[in-house]
C-alpha cells in the first residue's frame, strides 16, 4: 500500500514543487529525481502484487493488469525526463518557449504523470473518468506551449474534440452507474469496478450495450481510434517532442485500459443474451478502421513528428483490435504489443526530436543524411523504425505474430486485411525514412549534443523481448490476461 | 390524493424541460452576453432540478450537488465568461447562425433521436427516468451541434458548458447523483477547463486577432499544401 500510495503522491507533490520552483537548472534535476521515486515506488509494488496479490484500499485497486502498466508509465516517465532536460533547456536557449513556459513545462509534466497513474490504479470508474480528463487538462497547454499558430490551432483542436469526447464518455459512465442503482443490493458502490465486476450478470444488458457505445466513443476519442483521431496528429507535431514521446507512449495506454476494463464489464451483462460479443465485434470494427486509414494516411505525410503519430494511431489500432477478438492468444498479443509498442515508439520520437534539432527543422523534404552527420541519431532512427515496422528481432514482430496467429484462429479472413496494412505501413514508413537516413547531407548540417541512453535502454529491451521473454514477465502477462479473459495462455 | 412523491417528480420533469427549452435558446441566440445569460440561467435550473429531486428522494447530499453547481454553474462560470467577453471586447458581439432553420430542425431530430435511443429502457417502473434521460441525453446532443455550428470560440465553450449541465442533469436524476468524489472531481475539471479556455481566448486571438475558429485553418494533411 505505501508503494502505491509514493508512486502516486510523488508526481503530484513534484507539480507542486517543480510550479513554484524558480531556478531552470534545478527544475531539470528535481523532475528526474521524482520522475525516479515514481519508479522505484512502482517497482516495490509490482513486486509485492508478484508476492503478495492484488493491493486494494482506499478507492484504489492493483491488480496484474494495471500493475505492468503502471510500472511501464512509471519508466517511459523515467527515461524522456532523463532526454527532456537537456532538450529543453536547448529549446528555451533558442528563444522558442519562455522561462515561464519552462514552469509550466516540468510543472505539467509530472500533473500528467499524475493523472494517468491515477487513471490506471483507481477501482471507480467516475474517478477514472476525472483523471483521464485531467490527463487532457495536462498536456493542453503543453501543446500550445511555442505558441505559434499552428501549435495554438493544435491545443485547440485537441482541447476542444477530446473534451467532447470524454463528455460523451461520462454519459456512458452516467448510464453505467444508472445500471448498477438497478442491479446491485447496495447502489453507493455502483461505480466500483470490482463490485460491478462481480455482479455483471445482473447488469441490465441493454443499458450497458447503449452505455458501451458511449464509452467507446468517449475513451476511443483518446486512444486515437479512426474517425476520432483528427487531434492526434497535430497535437504531436506542434507539441514539444518528449510530450509526444509521452503522448504516443503512455495516455494512449491508459485510454485503451479503460475500454478494455469497460469491455470487462459489457461481457459479464451481455453473456446469456443473443448477442454476446457486441463490445468485441465494435472494438475489432473500429480498431481494424483505424489500423488500415492510418497505414495508407503513413504515405502522404510530410511531417516527420506527423507520420509517425500515424504510425501510432495504427498501432492503437491492432491493439484494439486484438482486444476485440478476445480470447488468450488475442489479448496476450494485445498486452505484450501495449508493451513493445511504448517503448519503442517512446524511443522513435526521442530520436526524432534529436534529428530535427540536427536538421532544424520537422519537414521530412528537409532531414537529409542523418547517417553520416551524426551516425548515432541515423543508425537509431533506423533500428527504432525497423523496430516499429514489425522487423523479426524485435518485440513488435512476436506480438504481432501473435496477433495475426489469433486474427487467423477467429476471424481466417481479416487476416488478408492485416498482412495487407502492416505491409502498406511498412512501405510508407520506409519510403520517408531512406533518405532521412541516408539522403545527401546539406550545407552546414552540424552534430548535436544528443544523450542516447534512454534510447539505447528502450531499444536494448524491445529487442530482448524480441529474442526471448523473461519467464517471469511472460507469466505476469499471461495472469493479466487470465484476469481479462479468464483463461490461461501458458 | 395525489402522493407526494409523483408531485415532486412532475416538477422534476417540469423543469427538465425548460432546460431542454434553454438548450434550443442558446442554440440560437445570437448575441454573446445575452447567450451567457441564458447559460447562467440553464445552470440555475439544473440546480433547481437538483434541490428538488434531493427533496422528494430524501438524499440529503444531493442538497450539496446543488448548492456546488448553482455556485459554479450559475455564478462562477458565468461571471468568469462575462469577464473574459468584456476584456477581449466581445460584448456587443452579434454572431448570425449559418443556416438557423436547419440547425433548429437537427436538434428538434437530435431530441427525438435521443428519445428513440432510450426506448429500450422502457421497463416497468423505469418510465420516470426514461424521459430524464432523454431529455439530459438531447442537452448534450444540442451543445454538441452548438460546439459544431458557432465558430466563435466563446460560443462553442458554451456548447461545451451546456453538455456538461446535460451530463449532471443525467446523473441527478437518473441515479440520484454522482459519489461524492467524482462529483467533487468533475467540478474541479470542469473549473479548470474555464480556466484554460480563458487563457486560450488570448492564445488564439494573439495568433489570429479574432476568436472566429473557423480561421484557424492552417494544419491539414500537409501533403496538399505544397503542391
Known amino acids: ?490 | 390524493m395525489i402522493a407526494p412523491l409523483p408531485l415532486l417528480q412532475q416538477l422534476v420533469l417540469v423543469l427538465a424541460a425548460i432546460v431542454l427549452l434553454t438548450s434550443f435558446v442558446l442554440l440560437a441566440q445570437a448575441r454573446l452576453i445575452s447567450a451567457i445569460h441564458v447559460f447562467a440561467w440553464q445552470g440555475a435550473l439544473v440546480a433547481a432540478v437538483t434541490a428538488v429531486v434531493a427533496a422528494a428522494g430524501g438524499a440529503p447530499h444531493l442538497y450539496f450537488s446543488a448548492v456546488l453547481t448553482l455556485g459554479l454553474k450559475a455564478l462562477l462560470i458565468p461571471w468568469m465568461l462575462h469577464r473574459l467577453a468584456r476584456r477581449l471586447e466581445l460584448d456587443r458581439h452579434v454572431e448570425t447562425l449559418r443556416l438557423p432553420t436547419l440547425v433548429v430542425m437537427a436538434a428538434v431530430a437530435l431530441v427525438i433521436f435521443s428519445y428513440w435511443l432510450v426506448l429500450p429502457m422502457v421497463q416497468e417502473g423505469l418510465a420516470f427516468t426514461r424521459n430524464i434521460v432523454a431529455v439530459s441525453l438531447a442537452v448534450v446532443l444540442i451543445g454538441l451541434l452548438m460546439m459544431v455550428f458557432r465558430q466563435q470560440a466563446v460560443a462553442q465553450v458554451l456548447g461545451f458548458m451546456s453538455m456538461e449541465n446535460g451530463l449532471f442533469l443525467a446523473a441527478v436524476s437518473a441515479t440520484a447523483g454522482m459519489p461524492l468524489v467524482v462529483e467533487l472531481g468533475v467540478a474541479f475539471d470542469v473549473l479548470v477547463a474555464m480556466v484554460l479556455f480563458g487563457v486560450f481566448f488570448f492564445q488564439i486571438r494573439e495568433s489570429i486577432e479574432s476568436l472566429d475558429v473557423d480561421r484557424l485553418n492552417r494544419l491539414k494533411e500537409t501533403a496538399e499544401e505544397r503542391e
Open chain 1, 1 to 490: 500500500m505505501t508503494a502505491l500510495l509514493v508512486t502516486l503522491i510523488a508526481p503530484a507533490v513534484g507539480a507542486v514543487v517543480l510550479a513554484l520552483l524558480r531556478s531552470l537548472a534545478l527544475a531539470g534535476w528535481v523532475n528526474l529525481a521524482v520522475s525516479t521515486v515514481s519508479l522505484g515506488a512502482a517497482g516495490a509494488l509490482a513486486w509485492s502484487v508478484a508476492l503478495h496479490g492484488e493491493v486494494v484500499g482506499l478507492g484504489l485497486r492493483v491488480d496484474d493488469f494495471n500493475v505492468y502498466l503502471v510500472v511501464l508509465t512509471a519508466f517511459v516517465a523515467l527515461t524522456t525526463a532523463i532526454f527532456s532536460r537537456p532538450y529543453m533547456r536547448h529549446v528555451c536557449e533558442r528563444g522558442m518557449t519562455s522561462e515561464g513556459g519552462m514552469r509550466v513545462y516540468h510543472a505539467m509534466y509530472q500533473a500528467f504523470m499524475f493523472t494517468m497513474l491515477l487513471a490506471l490504479t483507481t477501482d471507480n470508474l467516475g474517478v477514472l473518468w476525472v483523471a483521464v480528463e485531467g490527463a487532457t487538462l495536462a498536456t493542453v497547454l503543453l501543446v500550445s506551449l511555442y505558441r505559434t499558430p499552428e501549435a495554438v490551432e493544435a491545443a485547440w483542436k485537441y482541447f476542444i474534440l477530446c473534451g467532447v469526447g470524454i463528455a460523451l464518455a461520462l454519459f456512458g459512465t452516467v448510464l453505467t452507474y444508472f445500471a448498477a442503482q438497478h442491479a446491485m443490493a447496495d447502489p453507493a458502490n455502483g461505480l466500483t469496478w470490482s463490485m460491478l465486476y462481480r455482479q455483471a450478470g445482473s447488469l441490465h444488458p441493454v443499458v450497458m450495450s447503449i452505455a458501451f457505445v458511449f464509452l467507446l466513443v468517449g475513451y476511443g476519442t483518446k486512444v486515437g481510434l479512426v474517425p476520432m483521431h483528427q487531434w492526434l496528429p497535430d497535437a504531436h507535431s506542434e507539441g514539444p517532442t518528449p510530450m509526444s514521446a509521452v503522448l504516443s507512449g503512455l495516455l494512449l495506454n491508459v485510454a485503451l485500459y479503460a475500454l478494455v476494463r469497460l469491455k470487462m464489464l459489457v461481457d459479464g451483462s451481455l453473456a446469456g443474451t443473443q448477442s454476446p460479443h457486441l463490445a468485441g465485434h465494435l472494438l475489432m470494427g473500429f480498431g481494424l478502421v483505424s489500423f488500415l486509414v492510418a497505414a495508407l494516411f503513413l504515405h502522404r505525410q510530410r511531417d516527420i513528428k506527423r507520420m509517425f503519430s500515424y504510425s501510432s494511431i495504427e498501432h492503437m489500432g491492432l491493439m484494439t483490435f486484438g482486444f476485440g477478438i478476445g480470447g488468450p492468444l488475442a489479448t496476450f498479443g494485445a498486452l505484450l504489443h501495449m508493451l513493445v509498442h511504448s517503448l519503442t515508439k517512446s524511443a522513435i520520437f526521442v530520436t526524432v526530436g534529436h534529428a530535427t534539432h540536427i536538421a532544424g527543422t520537422q519537414s521530412i523534404d528537409h532531414i537529409r543524411g542523418l547517417i553520416r552527420t551524426q551516425p548515432v541519431v541515423g543508425w537509431s532512427l533506423l533500428i527504432a523504425v525497423a523496430a516499429i515496422a514489425g522487423f523479426p528481432p524485435f518485440g513488435v514482430f512476436t506480438s504481432e505474430f501473435l496477433l495475426l496467429s489469433a486474427t487467423m484462429q477467429a476471424q481466417p479472413w481479416l487476416t488478408l486485411a492485416l498482412v495487407t496494412g502492416l505491409a502498406v505501413a511498412f512501405a510508407g514508413l520506409f519510403r520517408h525514412l531512406q533518405p532521412m537516413v541516408y539522403g545527401g547531407v546539406p550545407e552546414g548540417q552540424k552534430p548535436v549534443s544528443a544523450n542516447m541512453v534512454p534510447i539505447a535502454v528502450h531499444l536494448g529491451l524491445v529487442l530482448w523481448l524480441g529474442l526471448a521473454i523473461p519467464g517471469y514477465l511472460a507469466h505476469w502477462l499471461d495472469r493479466a490476461t487470465q484476469l481479462i479473459t479468464g483463461s490461461h495462455l501458458l
